[in-house]
């Protein structure tokens, strides 16, 4: 098969990673298999240059990704898209705001934000240790909303802190810290009253058991503590299945200003990371516009392809028997332990080690009869599962992490 050398795609998208594009289309099997899933779908890249299967999957866990391809599906939310994007070219300024309008919405839907803003704590910690990030844990860990809206106050009003964290960090931060206030504002008078609710119960209970005396004070004391904790623990979580999840599973914002928002942020930023603005991409107005236009190739290749956002691991595992099945996996690089701080937060739901691990055991398997790509560094944990698949070398470069033209060899790991 051959590729066009310009790729399809609704972002800027230049240099190697355009070449490898091209190497995976042609290496995809299309002569035995008629369904084509791409588990890991991101910018839809893959999908939109290679050859039709008789059915595609795209999936992605991102919510704003689906809700972008979603609407380039439905004619009259496309059409509003291009009329939005064509009177609202992108500005730095405006970028800036869609990134925490972004975060607004899309993370809650996507996150547990007590995951996330702990994920952030411990990188910083790791960087450089400070007191505020190991309270901020504990009441993480702790479940202490009062506690973390107080740390994380002291974080963004700390210049030491502020120094530390990283600029999409710092945006992070100031976007869950809105969150966790806003529900504390909610919860903190039921969350009072229980308590004091619960000392008096106890006390009284307590008196009426038992003897206090010097030997049972710290026990009784102990007991009091837990009991107290529990009970406010217990209205906490009432209004967090009420509150919290309610609001990280639905919003306010339309699919087509979602779609909007993610179409600006790929298209603006440098590194098409969606998070930092770039001045290079953004000198010539006339791209912008023949990228708005573009998008109408991008509706008409994802005529019938059916879009979904769930976990990944599961997709695979619902198909990987399936012998009519091709299935290209990208999950989020994973880099040799003297890269490991270079590329791994950049991406939202990056993989874990053990994220890799479980993936690779599944697809392993003696049972699995799709055909299968798998792409990533020639890690050693790779190398260990993947015995018996072949292996095709691809050298490029990545700015992403903040380095300029960063040569790397990728490698497409195959089973048939």
Known sequence: MKTAKKILSPFPYYGGKARMCGKICSLLDYDTT????????????????????????????????????????????FGELIRLLQD?????????????????????????????TKSILLSCRQRVPHRYFDEGIKALNHVEYEAVVDVLGK????????KILEPLEELQLRGYYKIY?????????????????????????????????KETAKLREKHRKDFIKQAKTGVINSYTDDILNANESGSTVTDVRMAFIIFQLYYSSRDGMGT???????????????????????????????????????????????????????????????????????????????????????????DTKAKIIISNYDVELYNEYLTGWTKEYFRTTTGVGGRKNNRRVEVLWKNY
């Open 181 to 213: 206030a806003d529900f504390w504002r909610i919860v903190k008078r039921d969350a009072k009253r229980v308590e004091r609710y619960a000392a008096e119960s106890f006390d009284r209970e307590w008196k009426k058991d038992i003897a206090i005396t």
């Open 276 to 366: 930092a603005w770039s001045d290079e991409k953004n000198r010539d107005l006339k791209a912008y516009y023949r990228a708005v236009n573009n998008l109408y190739r991008i509706a008409d290749r994802l005529r019938d392809v059916v879009i979904t956002q769930v976990d990944a691991l599961d997709l695979v595992r619902q198909y990987r028997t399936d012998e009519g099945a091709m299935i290209y996996l990208d999950p989020s690089y994973l880099k040799p332990e003297d890269e490991h701080r270079n590329l791994g937060t950049v991406y939202k739901m990056s993989y874990t080690y053990e994220d890799h691990e479980r993936l690779l055991g599944e697809i392993a398997q003696d």
């Open 155 to 162: 974080i963004l009003s700390d210049s030491y802190c502020l």
């Open 34 to 77: 008629d369904l084509y899933i791409e588990p890991f779908g991101g910018g839809c890249r893959t999908l939109l240059n290679k050859q039709r299967h008789t059915e595609e999957i795209y999936n992605d866990f991102s919510y704003g990704l689906t809700t972008f391809f979603g609407v380039m599906q439905d004619e009259d939310k």
């Open 88 to 116: 609202n070219p992108p500005t730095e300024e405006s970028f800036n705001r869609l990134v925490l309008e972004r975060m607004e919405d899309e993370d809650r839907l996507n996150t547990s934000t007590n995951a996330r």
